[in-house]
């Protein structure tokens, strides 16, 4: 009986010939990622230590990153606090992979990783975010944890008991229409597995417009499968994984790329044609309250948010810029707009995206998480509605209880920013 | 267990928990004060420790879903309060069962606020509707790190066994 990518993967971190869904494993982690929640980490991490003889030093610093992104630059004296204690420890332990709160080596953290080929195919990177999903777009399992399991893995470098999760084969065919994309696909895909349909489980992705699919897309794809519950979501590694990972990230030396086998046994197969999908909306206020775009057309809001893990690289910056050009942000509407890294920062500045957005009265605001987790820049008042190329639309989630969050991609933002309400992007932003 | 105190329904996420403009406060310490902040007279009672140790919040599927955040379970378990859950979002269980959150997955729970509920051999009685419900038992490997008390002493003792760096 074959195996699937991530039971490939975890046979080999845990050292075993094969493992079987459901098995418990202790695989070996080789990345262990953190932001500003590092500070919880490292409070754990003392407390496993005390008491004992044993000094409290991480297993491998080399393997850790820490990067700052939720709160950048710090809303308050506590999270600046807390940066400065983590800084501490970073200078204390030699953490290399820290990314501070720099314009040219900040952002944030599911950008970093990809972007700084921090991960690679056949990884296992476990991060203290549950969008660390993001990263199966490289081929490598990557899921979320707590930030006490954080300080388990940094103590002793395995994840302790960790059950093999069943796999789920996506097969996605079809060439997608005119500004339709990868987050239209995963929103259609939440919306039919519902918000729990993948829970404990892997989404292995497959077909033609996979495989036609930038590592931008994938990563955006990946980043929301923990939308419908899945531990983790998975694109195994192919020519486009090599090509980012040694002309975008200058990663030298071999990869290991795994594929799953021809009997690899699945859990179930599910099918997605993309060539009629229109673009999806996620309603309040739940991610798998999924609409085609023709039932909430004409829904008034007054703030756009292009950026996040999930849609702030340049490929959303380009396209929102190409929809916006020559035209205003509506009266009444106001647009945000949050590069995922200070590279993309530095690259949207020199193609022209960012004077196109400054030009149509949008703000470009700093990269970072921003209002996607409402504690920082960005929160709405009463009533007030968002549609955000973000992830999450939980009540409260863009900081107020009382407020509307929709989630769409950046076409899709960039042409009800014209307008001022939900629009269409296929309809030339009219 | 108690009293239901709470009844919630299906897709409870970590920002109902633990509203995410409170993630820079992350001690286990500090966390309680902001339990379910937005369900304000919740909030207030359990301010007020008007709600008994042991009380039990109901919910329907997929309880904790979301963020990875650790405050949402340090914050109830603060307050000394019991989840059944028709089922529970990976990343909470976890997380509930690293730091010994009092949990039960029932699911096929029925119960309204003001039922009290009782801990039985596998499973959980109502009290007040004489109904029994069976719980889903945790995989071993979950088991192993409660009957260790936790993720930190379970972490310590394996510690302990590696040759000293």
Known sequence: MGMTVVEKILARAAGAKAVRALDIVEPRVDLAMSHENAALVINQFNEIHQGTDREPKPWDPDRIAIIFDHRVPAEGPKTATNQKLIRGFVARHGIAKFHDIRGDLGGICHQILPERGYVRPGFVVVGTDSHTTSHGALGCFAFGIGATEMASVWTLGVALNIEVPPTIKVVVNGRFQEHVGPKDLILHLIGRLTAQGANFRVLEFHGDTIEAMSTSGRLTICNMSVEAGATSGIVPADAETERYLRQEAGVTGSLAPVQPDADAVYEKVIEVDVSRLEPQIACPHTVDNVKPIGEVAGKAVQQIVIGSCTNGRLDDLEIAAGILKGKQVAPGTRMLVFPASGRIYSQALEAGYLQEFMRAGAVVMNSGCGPCLGIHQGALGDEEVALATTNRNFKGRMGNPKSEVYLCSSAVAAASAITGVITDPRSGGR | ?165
């Open chain 2, 1 to 165: 267990m108690g009293k239901v105190v709470l009844k919630l329904g299906k897709d409870i996420s970590t920002d109902d928990i633990y509203p995410g403009r409170f993630m820079a406060t992350v001690l286990p310490t500090e966390t309680p004060q902001f339990c379910f902040n937005d369900r304000t007279e919740f909030n207030a009672q359990l301010k007020a420790k008007a709600i008994p140790a042991g009380s039990v919040i109901v919910a329907d599927e997929n309880f904790g879903c979301g963020s990875s955040r650790e405050q949402a379970v340090s914050t109830i378990r603060g307050h000394e309060l019991v989840i059944v859950a028709r089922s529970i979002a990976r990343i909470f269980l976890q997380n509930a069962i690293n730091l010994g959150l009092n949990l039960v997955i029932c699911p096929t729970i029925e119960a309204q606020e003001g039922d009290e509920l009782e801990l039985v051999s596998g499973g959980v009685l109502n009290k007040t509707s004489g109904k029994e419900f069976a719980a889903e038992p945790l995989p071993p490997a979950r088991q192993a790190i409660i009957d260790a008390g936790g993720l930190i002493p379970y972490t310590r003792k394996k510690l302990l066994e590696l040759p000293a760096r």
